[in-house]
């Protein structure tokens, strides 16, 4: 089965792989939930452990589930919305309006010295979207800038088919850096917001049955210290709706007919243990950062954390940009590195455009490779499910580098040793029905605005 919901009187967290406090196992840590075996450093080779699922999808393709991404980060987009104290700049960035006065709010940090200090702020509303079909679950990614003190908040609301609206739910409140004695606040995803029509777990808004909204609006708050001029930017943000996803189809048909593989960095995260204990006890932990630095990486120098930033990061077995991603990801409410859109907010950082969607397939993630493009998947799975990784896990990002001639994803599995032993070769139906089944196809978009995306299947609505 797809990963399902929980009914408006239930209290477990939805969607995906559960633990026993009902909480999504986002990937805070495999360490703590693997059970290793002895794996060839390399990986399995393919076709080298059966298959759990035999089925194979008619169509290349394979799901036709109704998951779109919508997409507002150009002048054209920004006047579709509404504008309250925030103007494009030259760059074509949403920037606080210096020109007028804009309206103040007082925010507390729920992590910091308990002193509530007073911003000044602008907001811009997208129009209302209306995907054709009852939103289950949504997740919205952002690409902003933000100089000392300064941050975003992004909120979501769904309208009922009845006409009323849900109440805006706050999506994440995101600040790149951590100078806490100049003002940054502690990043944060927000608890406690369900209510009768949904629950937001982390980052993922859930309808509750019978009140799944037929249209919605994002809206993207910036935020500055009173006093100063330096103002947040804002320069894309994306949200990912999809219906209530069914029965997993069944593998999908290999499209590409030959091998193919990105010459993508490869980083351990176990090389990291015990590194930074105050950020969930150390690199056993930290999957979703070091799979995005090995995307960041791929990309090339420019994108890269410049050197006198890690000049004082503790990382003696070497690669101090994972640590540096961990520490700069970290979510304080969710007390983990693996929020995903803060791993894309953190890409954008240095100069990648991010986003978060669900793929449907492998079938689908192919197309990116063969344009180019690594991609990041969210998956978890049982040690029987999955014989050739070796372990079994409750949550687990790892990187899509290409697929063998016979269609198996060749994978850089940061749950590994050291560098030299990322690389790793799965069996097609295990991964993709591993990956399906426990967040839906969750993905990391991530590449430079030059770099463009591949063409969406036809006839299905675009989700990316």
């Known amino acids: ?65 109704k998951i779109t991404v919508t997409h507002w980060d150009d002048l054209r987009d ?3 919305g509404t504008f309250d104290n925030v103007w494009p700049d030259g760059s074509g960035a949403l920037t606080i309006d210096s020109n007028r006065a804009g309206a103040r709010v007082t925010y ?18 997208s129009p209302v979207v209306t995907p054709g079909y009852a939103v289950d679950e949504s997740i919205s990614s952002w690409n902003a800038r933000t100089p000392t003190g300064t941050f975003v908040e992004t909120t979501f609301r769904g309208r009922l088919a009845d006409g009323t609206w ?79 996803l069914g029965e997993y189809p069944g593998t999908s048909t290999f499209t590409l007919g030959r091998a193919t593989e990105l010459p ?37 120098r420019q994108h890269r954390v410049p050197p006198r930033e890690l000049a004082d990061v503790v990382s003696p077995n070497g690669d101090p940009q994972v640590p540096y991603a961990a520490i700069n990801t970290w979510d304080y409410t969710y007390e983990g590195s693996g929020n995903w859109p803060f791993n894309a907010a953190y890409a954008h950082r240095f100069g990648l455009d991010a986003q978060v969607t669900r793929l449907r397939s492998l079938a689908e993630a192919e197309r990116f490779v063969s344009a180019g493009i690594p991609l990041v998947f969210s998956a978890s799975w049982d040690l029987d499910e999955m014989p050739e990784a070796g372990y079994d896990t409750n949550g687990h990002l790892l990187v899509l580098v290409g697929f063998t001639a016979d269609g198996d994803p060749v994978i850089n599995d940061p749950a590994s040793p ?22 839906g196809g969750v993905t990391y978009v991530i590449h430079p605005s030059d770099v463009p995306l591949p063409t969406h299947p036809a006839g299905l609505t675009p989700n990316w």
């Open 1 to 65: 089965m797809r990963p399902t919901r929980p009914t408006s009187t239930s209290t477990v967290r939805p969607a995906f792989r559960r633990d026993t406090t009902g909480r999504l196992r986002r990937p805070l840590s495999v360490a703590a939930v693997v059970t290793l075996l002895a794996v060839p450093a390399a990986g399995v080779a393919a076709g080298g452990a059966a298959a759990a699922d035999p089925a194979t999808t008619a169509s290349g393709e394979g799901d036709t589930a």
């Open 418 to 439: 050291s560098d030299a032993a990322v690389r790793h070769v799965y069996t097609r139906a295990n991964f993709e029905k591993v990956w399906q089944e426990a967040t």
């Open 264 to 300: 993508v960095p490869r980083f351990s995260q176990n090389i990291h243990r015990g590194e930074y204990p105050q950020y969930g006890g150390g690199g056993e932990v930290w999957c979703s950062p070091t799979s995005t630095s090995m995307v960041q990486y791929f990309w090339g």
């Open 108 to 125: 507390t940090d729920p992590f910091g010295d308990g002193t509530a200090r007073r911003y000044v702020t602008g907001s811009w509303t």
């Open 78 to 80: 920004w006047n579709r």
């Open 166 to 244: 849900t109440k805006w739910y706050v999506m994440g409140r995101w600040t790149s850096g951590d100078d806490y004695a100049e003002g940054d606040i502690h990043r944060t995803s927000v608890d406690g917001q369900g209510d009768e029509n949904a629950n937001i777990w982390t980052d993922t808004f859930s309808a509750r049955t019978g009140h799944e909204p037929v249209a919605f609006q994002t809206r993207v708050t910036l935020l500055k210290p009173e006093g100063t001029n330096a103002s947040p930017k804002l320069d894309g943000i994306s949200t990912m709706t999809n219906e209530l």
